[in-house]
T-cell receptor, first 112, second 111 residues
Framework: DAGVIQSPRHEVTEMGQEVTLRCKPI?????LFWYRQTMMRGLELLIY????????DSGMPEDRFSAKMPNASFSTLKIQPSEPRDSAVYFC??????????FGPGTRLTVL | TQLLEQSPQFLSIQEGENLTVYCNSS?????LQWYRQEPGEGPVLLVT?????EVKKLKRLTFQFGDARKDSSLHITAAQTGDTGLYLC???????????FGKGTRLHILP
């Protein structure tokens, strides 16, 4: 199994641009999580899905952030418009029945 | 407000020394996990503890879950340079699938 796949690995964009981050969870896992990691705030849960349904989006910072999971093998996190304070590493993780979170390699986002 | 407090935030010690890092909370968890994260990668699970007072060993690493299931410690014996990394604790409840992470302890083992 390839593990959790995220793309792109790095993204540099200008303030105001739309950013879309992508995630492919491990096949058979039924929960998917989006996290943001910064030095100041650590690893913050943004939103998680269970069986493709958003369960808790209380960590999404504001309306500029949105996430979708159209099927069991794909999810996106979109920021529109992006701001410099959104710069961080964004991780996707998936879990199966044992509630062990398997993380992807992350997307390092820099908003200029 | 950080639900899980980890201490120390940073630790730099010589190879061969012993160390303990801590994870504390005012909340009771159903289980607690420890992860290690290396630069440029996502966190990787080391262990899950479930029972209050539980002790688990993973080679030179010893993990303990507090009796009240509110805190945990990680002890490393005879640290090696390969132990360098960010150690994260994470708490979970049975009521949902959320896992809440602490900010981590950044450990640097000097050769």
């Amino acid at each position: 199994d390839a593990g959790v796949i995220q793309s792109p690995r790095h993204e540099v964009t200008e303030m105001g641009q739309e950013v879309t981050l992508r995630c492919k969870p491990i096949s058979g896992h039924n929960s998917l999580f989006w996290y943001r990691q910064t030095m100041m705030r650590g690893l913050e849960l943004l939103i998680y899905f269970n069986n493709n349904v958003p369960i808790d989006d209380s960590g999404m910072p504001e309306d500029r952030f949105s996430a979708k999971m159209p099927n069991a093998s794909f999810s996106t996190l979109k920021i529109q418009p992006s701001e410099p304070r959104d710069s961080a590493v964004y991780f996707c993780a998936s879990t199966g029945l044992l509630r062990v979170e398997f993380f992807g390699p992350g997307t390092r986002l820099t908003v200029l | 407000t950080q639900l899980l407090e980890q201490s120390p935030q940073f630790l730099s010690i010589q190879e061969g020394e012993n160390l303990t890092v801590y994870c504390n909370s005012s909340s009771v968890f159903s289980s607690l996990q420890w992860y290690r994260q290396e630069p440029g990668e996502g966190p990787v699970l080391l262990v899950t503890v479930v029972t209050g007072g539980e002790v688990k060993k993973l080679k030179r690493l010893t993990f303990q879950f507090g009796d009240a299931r509110k805190d945990s410690s990680l002890h490393i014996t005879a640290a090696q340079t390969g132990d360098t990394g960010l150690y994260l604790c994470a708490g979970a409840w049975d009521r949902d699938d959320k896992i809440i992470f602490g900010k981590g302890t950044r450990l640097h083992i000097l050769p």
